[in-house]
């Protein structure tokens, strides 16, 4: 058995990047939307059910580069210093009292959100609806671009020993795409449409596959964004040109052999464009998710939706049960998403990361925790030191 207090000490052994003892180094933005470093003091465990994590990566959403370049996401403002990142795995490094199933030293995917588990929506199961949902890098609470963050037990998934902390990082965004191709219902021999071939929509496209999807098309506008789908083994490709909506779905139904349409549209993008082709493409009784979120206001081919009878979907987040069957595609080798991560920054090294992303380079940008060890988020299977 491995020791727990050598396992956390290997997270210090990039001295270069190493916090302050007994603080929480963090990378912080600003109201004016410039990034700093802040040594916080070390956060206490609010509840006896709480558990400190040693964050070990982190991966970047939309949403962190969104709320740095726009300083807020519809009436979510940044109007005070704020911690974003929240795809994040760790090691656990204290435990309340009442914790029954985590230990010290446990590696865990976190989940971001803490719901009030009160009103209607979390007494219902659909928690991510919760109206007073605390969820990490959303005005105004904390992320976990930083060295600790404190979550409730429920809310830290054990991995499994072959999921290295880096790929457990990535249990987040995988989680999202597990909750759409939920929504979308049974897939098992259902062709899909996927928009969008970033991190999300690649995953979409991935689980569905998982799920026993007969075909999977993903449509964007960066044929490196294709070509990378197309070695991350999904089926077709499509090139968005500058067409019309209701050309481009023609000339991917043909590529596809789909004549009357295809029986699941997932939108990853939020774009105007996309949303219309994906309608358009969309067969008759067939089932539209949207998960990508853009402009607030945008035309939507409302009265296709009510001629085809289709099935018109809203994703958000993820709900209960989607963690753990993320991890479980994972442990199966049913999805890997090692491949997506194309790009690794030190602590030191956060700004660049998001300057990274802006530039569309590569697929997925990680960030390793303050200290962190390149080794340790590679390693899978841990043995003594």
Same mark, same amino acid.
């Given at each position: 058995?491995?020791?727990?207090?050598?396992?956390?000490?290997?997270?210090?052994?990039?001295?270069?990047?190493?916090?302050?003892?007994?603080?929480?180094?963090?990378?912080?933005?600003? &109201?004016?939307?410039?990034?700093? %470093?802040?040594?916080?003091?070390? &956060?206490?465990?609010?509840?006896?059910?709480?558990?400190?994590?040693? +964050?070990?990566?982190?991966?970047?959403?939309?949403?962190?580069?969104? %709320?740095?370049?726009?300083?807020? +996401?519809?009436?979510?403002?940044?109007?005070?210093?704020?911690?974003?990142?929240?795809?994040?795995?760790? +090691?656990?490094?204290?435990?309340?009292? @009442?914790?029954? *199933?985590?230990?010290?030293?446990?590696?865990?995917?976190?989940?971001?959100? +803490?719901?009030?588990?009160?009103?209607? /929506?979390?007494?219902?199961?659909?928690?991510? $609806?919760?109206?007073?949902?605390?969820?990490?890098?959303?005005?105004?609470?904390?992320?976990?671009?930083?060295?600790?963050?404190?979550?409730?037990? =429920?809310?830290?998934?054990?991995?499994?020993?072959?999921?290295? $902390?880096?790929?457990?990082?990535?249990?987040?965004?995988?989680?999202?795409?597990?909750?759409?191709?939920?929504?979308?219902?049974?897939?098992?021999?259902?062709?899909?449409?996927?928009?969008?071939?970033?991190?999300? !929509?690649?995953?979409?496209?991935?689980?569905?596959?998982?799920?026993?999807?007969?075909?999977?098309?993903?449509?964007?506008?960066? =044929?490196?964004?294709?070509?990378?789908?197309?070695?991350?083994?999904?089926?077709?490709?499509?090139?968005?040109?500058?067409?019309?909506?209701?050309?481009?779905?023609?000339?991917?139904? /043909?590529?596809? !052999?789909?004549?009357?349409?295809? @029986?699941?549209?997932?939108?990853?993008?939020?774009?105007?464009?996309? #949303?219309?082709?994906?309608?358009?493409?969309?067969?008759?009784? !067939?089932?539209?998710?949207?998960?990508?979120?853009?402009?607030?206001? #945008?035309?939507?081919?409302?009265?296709? #939706?009510?001629?085809?009878?289709?099935?018109?979907?809203?994703?958000?987040?993820?709900?209960?049960? @989607?963690?753990?069957?993320?991890?479980?595609?994972?442990?199966? @080798?049913?999805?890997?998403?090692?491949?997506?991560?194309?790009?690794?920054?030190?602590?030191?090294?956060?700004?660049?990361?998001? *300057?990274?992303?802006?530039?569309?380079?590569?697929?997925?940008?990680?960030? %390793?925790?303050?200290?962190?060890?390149?080794? $340790?988020?590679?390693?899978?299977?841990?043995?003594? %030191?």
């Amino acid at each position: 058995m491995i020791n727990p207090k050598n396992y956390l000490d290997m997270a210090s052994s990039n001295r270069g990047d190493e916090p302050t003892p007994n603080t929480n180094r963090s990378f912080v933005l600003s &109201p004016s939307l410039k990034f700093s %470093y802040e040594e916080r003091p070390t &956060p206490a465990l609010r509840t006896t059910r709480d558990v400190r994590v040693r +964050i070990i990566a982190t991966g970047l959403c939309g949403s962190d580069i969104h %709320y740095w370049q726009h300083g807020r +996401i519809g009436d979510y403002v940044v109007e005070g210093p704020i911690v974003l990142g929240h795809e994040s795995a760790g +090691i656990v490094e204290a435990c309340g009292p @009442d914790v029954r *199933h985590l230990s010290i030293g446990d590696r865990v995917a976190l989940e971001p959100g +803490i719901g009030c588990n009160t009103c209607e /929506v979390c007494r219902s199961g659909r928690y991510n $609806l919760c109206e007073s949902m605390r969820f990490a890098a959303t005005p105004p609470y904390d992320g976990t671009l930083s060295t600790y963050y404190i979550l409730p037990e =429920e809310c830290c998934f054990k991995l499994p020993p072959q999921i290295s $902390l880096l790929e457990g990082s990535l249990v987040e965004p995988l989680s999202i795409a597990v909750h759409c191709c939920g929504l979308a219902g049974n897939l098992q021999g259902r062709s899909v449409a996927v928009f969008g071939a970033g991190p999300v !929509g690649l995953l979409c496209c991935a689980v569905a596959q998982a799920f026993g999807a007969s075909k999977v098309v993903v449509a964007d506008i960066v =044929e490196s964004r294709l070509q990378f789908a197309k070695d991350f083994g999904v089926d077709e490709t499509y090139f968005m040109n500058a067409q019309s909506p209701a050309s481009n779905a023609r000339s991917l139904l /043909v590529r596809c !052999g789909y004549a009357a349409g295809v @029986d699941v549209v997932v939108d990853a993008t939020g774009a105007e464009p996309c #949303i219309q082709c994906g309608v358009a493409a969309l067969r008759r009784g !067939g089932t539209f998710v949207q998960a990508g979120l853009g402009s607030p206001k #945008i035309t939507f081919p409302i009265g296709q #939706i009510c001629d085809k009878e289709a099935t018109l979907k809203g994703s958000f987040r993820y709900g209960p049960g @989607d963690y753990k069957l993320a991890i479980q595609l994972l442990e199966s @080798d049913r999805v890997r998403v090692g491949d997506l991560i194309t790009h690794e920054f030190a602590f030191s090294q956060a700004e660049e990361a998001f *300057h990274n992303v802006t530039r569309r380079i590569g697929i997925k940008s990680v960030i %390793y925790g303050p200290g962190v060890d390149r080794t $340790l988020v590679h390693q899978k299977k841990f043995e003594d %030191y």
